[in-house]
């Protein structure tokens, strides 16, 4: 009976985790036809092409060599099609992605690469509770730096500090590195599908390997969606594994400085002693995106969450978590 139990629970988080998951899937359906009208047909994308080409021929303005500023990048422009009201929603770059997709939007979720030859700087503070007396509280750092390779490539490299209490010693706890490939350029595959996988060199603990699929794109002018499936898993000790779905959407209140938003995150979690008995997490609070000035991004993500024990068919805590990260475009 108790594993009947444990079955029907664990089918039911399931279809609880799929049906946010294909919420999200139909809100951006529904916005397909609107996403489509961003897609350039090849004769459109050849002619932005050229005249990009042209621009480069006539002399590229000093703010335009490497490394490039999105906020200095020219709009594309196509014979025939209005740039888009939003500043923020002019096509620029290589791959004629928005302006607004050159930098982080979401701490939980990805989208798309960074563009041809920029680079940004992030540092990140997380600060973890369920807010129980006696019990020590988590606080990891976290510096990172994102770089626009070309040919829809992106490379990002992690250093990450943790610390228990707010008394505890700040040690080194992991190396990242971390690759992404856009497999067509912006508005060519609906979604804008993006691979990537990321390494985790852990300074105690066994090493990971982190695969994801991100999808991202425009609901409507001033509204823009990421949903990120993930993979996780150990490389030796218990192989602990992770099944994770993230998502945000955000609302442009000022075009290129401020939006709100509001993200989502589930993760499933087992081990190799007990595959398919689930430790749950479900998190899920607004984020805050401001740029004061055109190179500074700061988000503010504070999540609050749950943790569920499908082994045991309990509710096993409820915590908090508070992301900022503040990015710096040079």
Not at 36 to 61: D, F, S
Not at 90 to 98: R, T
Not at 309 to 319: G, H, K, L, Y
Request: net charge negative; glycine share 10%; proline share 5%.
């Amino acid at each position: 009976m108790g594993t009947v139990h444990r079955r029907f629970r664990n089918a039911s988080r399931g279809a609880v985790l799929g049906c946010a998951g294909w919420a999200l899937w139909g809100v951006l359906a529904a916005a397909g036809a609107a996403q489509a009208q961003e897609i350039k047909a090849p004769a459109h994308r050849a002619e932005a092409r050229a005249a990009e080409a042209e621009r480069e021929r006539a002399g590229e303005p000093e703010a335009e060599r490497f490394p490039r500023r999105p906020w200095q990048m020219p709009a594309i422009t196509v014979t025939d099609e209005p740039l888009p009201e939003l500043r923020e929603e002019e096509p620029i770059g290589s791959y004629g992605q928005p302006r607004w997709t050159a930098r982080r939007r979401f701490p939980t979720t990805r989208i798309y690469v960074t563009p041809e030859g920029v680079i940004e700087l992030e540092f990140w503070f997380t600060v973890a509770d369920d807010g129980r007396k006696g019990r020590e509280r988590e606080i990891e750092s976290q510096l990172e730096l994102n770089m626009g390779l070309g040919n829809r490539l992106q490379l990002d490299l992690y250093l990450v500090f943790g610390q228990e209490g707010s008394d505890g010693a700040l040690d080194v706890t992991e190396n990242k590195i971390e690759l992404r490939y856009a497999l067509a350029d912006w508005g060519e595959i609906w979604g804008n599908p993006t691979l990537y996988y990321e390494y985790v060199v852990r300074h105690e603990g066994h090493d990971k390997h982190e695969l994801k699929l991100l999808l991202g794109g425009q609901l409507a002018p001033g509204w823009h969606a990421g949903l990120n499936l993930v993979y996780e898993i150990e490389v030796g000790g218990d192989k602990e594994q992770e099944f994770k779905l993230t998502s945000g959407i955000a609302r442009t209140l000022i075009d290129s400085v401020l939006s709100l938003g509001i993200e989502f995150e589930a993760e499933l979690k087992d081990t190799r002693h007990d595959r398919g008995d689930f430790v749950t997490e479900l998190l899920i609070g607004p984020s805050l995106s401001w740029s004061p000035i055109p190179p500074a991004n700061i988000l503010v993500t504070p999540l609050f969450g749950i943790e569920l024990d499908d082994s045991r068919a309990v509710t096993e805590d409820f915590f908090y978590e508070v992301t900022t990260v503040v990015g710096w475009t040079f």
